[in-house]
């Protein structure tokens, strides 16, 4: 019998809200860790940002649409830069032993794109 977990994530409908909630949620805490780490108020942020303290608010609520420009701003502003790596959903990499971190390599692009010819 599935459980309920496993019955939602056959929909992939609610595991691309599930990996998009993911990712809005851990930029989110990225910055609170970093304003957190440098004694950094939202007043403070919204002063080095000329923005204001309402718009870091809702940046941190995950309401605003944050984007990778925006999130880069910001976390330059706090002495620090994004780097990003894509790597398969959680949900997949159970079925895929092949790849043990679960990264996009080039390697594996370029075997995907042979197969097709």
Do not use: C, F
Not at 82 to 98: C, D, E, Y
């Amino acid at each position: 019998m599935k459980t309920q977990h496993e019955v939602l994530m056959e929909d992939p409908g609610v595991r691309r809200l599930l990996s998009v909630e993911a990712l809005v949620a851990e930029a989110t805490e990225l910055i609170a860790r970093l304003m957190a780490e440098q004694n950094v108020s939202k007043a403070d942020l919204a002063r080095r940002l000329k923005k204001s303290r309402a718009w870091v608010t809702q940046l941190l609520s995950g309401k605003a649409n944050m984007t990778v420009r925006t999130l880069a701003e910001v976390v330059y502003t706090l002495d620090a830069e994004v780097k990003l790596h894509a790597q398969l959903p959680s949900w997949k990499l159970a079925r895929n032993r092949s790849a043990p971190d679960g990264r996009w390599s080039s390697s594996r692009r370029t075997s995907t794109k042979s197969n097709r010819r």
